[in-house]
């Protein structure tokens, strides 16, 4: 068995003062010191609304190019379950090669258009979420806060 001791906590601990609650607090900024607080204010408000109105720009926007998105994974699916169909039903090596050409064709089409539809609605995202700030910043009253 050792003989060593067991640690014990010191007889007295040192007591802090207690905190000055008027030391921990900021100081107010009373009106009379900060004569832009009005307009301040107004330009934080209108940012809000700024920031407000585009976010809601980008869900919208956002939720058409879902719906496209959706319309184009459902075409390229018919599309290729047709293609597959006529595939199965060629009786020559050639109908097969040709039901293929026409499968690729109709992919490339609808791959073209839909990414031309695509660049349209990702402008107008674009477009509606940077309208708000632009139209913001136009105004000439917010010029100097």
Do not use: N, W, Y
């Not at 905190?19 to 004569?35: E, K």
């Not at 379950?81 to 097969?96: C, F, I, M, N």
């Amino acid at each position: 068995m050792s003989d060593k001791k067991p640690m014990t906590a010191p007889e007295s601990i040192p007591q802090l003062p207690p905190p000055d609650p008027a030391a921990a607090m900021p100081p107010r900024i009373s009106t009379a010191t900060a004569p832009g607080r009005d307009k301040l204010l107004d330009a934080c408000h209108a940012t809000l609304a700024s920031v407000g109105a585009s976010q809601r720009a980008v869900a919208s926007e956002a939720a058409a190019m879902t719906l496209e998105l959706d319309t184009m994974a459902r075409a390229t699916l018919s599309a290729t379950l047709d293609g597959v169909t006529a595939l199965l039903r060629s009786k020559s090596l050639t109908e097969a090669v040709e039901v293929q050409l026409t499968l690729v064709q109709q992919h490339l089409d609808a791959m073209a258009t839909g990414s031309a539809r695509l660049s349209e609605l990702g402008l107008r995202l674009f477009v509606g979420a940077s309208e708000p700030f632009l139209d913001a910043a136009r105004q000439p009253e917010r010029g100097s806060i």
